[in-house]
T-cell receptor
Framework: EAGVTQFPSHSVIEKGQTVTLRCDPI?????LYWYRRVMGKEIKFLLHFVKESKQDESGMPNNRFLAERTGGTYSTLKVQPAELEDSGVYFC???????????FGQGTRLTVV | SQQGEEDPQALSIQEGENATMNCSYK?????LQWYRQNSGRGLVHLIL?????REKHSGRLRVTLDTSKKSSSLLITASRAADTASYFC?????????FGKGTRLSVIA
């Protein structure tokens, strides 16, 4: 069974550009989470989907970040326009309903120059 | 804040030695999990310990949980160079996983 997959694995963009990150959760997992780790700092929660609904988006840093999960399958996280401080590793995780053991993807390393 | 906090922030040991990392938190939890992140790579789930458990083993890993002190420890025995990574505790209460800042472990061959 495939695990959580994220695309791309690495993205380098210029400040002001737009980037879209994608996460494919494990099939059948209702819960999908986005996290971010800025260099050397803690892993911070961004938001949580239950199927296609945003359960908790309290961690989204500002309105330059937009997450969607159409149809309750894969999710995208768009950053528009990107700023230098957005650089970091973006992790996606999924879990079954009622199960807090989350499975993480390999992450997308975003570098904004 | 529910955030777990690892201690120490950085640890450097010789191959073959044991490494102990600690995690403290502030609120009640359902379970506590430890993760590893190798440089530039994804998070790997190591072990989960539930709030009603006190100790758990998995291979060379031993995790303890003391809910009265709101703390957990991760022991890696007979460390190897490949254990070099950042280790995070993550607590789960009524909200999604909350991670600490991590302990950076360096195992020197």
């Amino acid at each position: 069974e495939a695990g959580v997959t994220q695309f791309p694995s690495h993205s380098v963009i210029e400040k002001g550009q737009t980037v879209t990150l994608r996460c494919d959760p494990i099939s059948g997992h209702d819960n999908l989470y986005w996290y971010r780790r800025v260099m050397g700092k803690e892993i911070k929660f961004l938001l949580h989907f239950v199927k296609e609904s945003k359960q908790d988006e309290s961690g989204m840093p500002n309105n330059r970040f937009l997450a969607e999960r159409t149809g309750g399958t894969y999710s995208t996280l768009k950053v528009q326009p990107a700023e230098l401080e957005d650089s970091g590793v973006y992790f996606c995780a999924s879990s079954t309903r009622g199960n807090t053991e989350a499975f993480f993807g390999q992450g997308t390393r975003l570098t904004v120059v | 804040s529910q955030q777990g906090e690892e201690d120490p922030q950085a640890l450097s040991i010789q191959e073959g030695e044991n490494a102990t990392m600690n995690c403290s938190y502030k609120t009640s939890i359902n379970n506590l999990q430890w993760y590893r992140q190798n440089s530039g790579r994804g998070l790997v789930h190591l072990i989960l310990i539930r709030s009603n458990e006190r100790e758990k083993h998995s291979g060379r890993l031993r995790v303890t949980l003391d809910t009265s002190k709101k703390s957990s420890s991760l022991l890696i025995t007979a460390s190897r160079a490949a254990d070099t990574a950042s280790y995070f505790c993550a607590i789960s209460g009524n909200t999604p996983l909350v991670f600490g800042k991590g302990t950076r472990l360096s195992v020197i061959a």
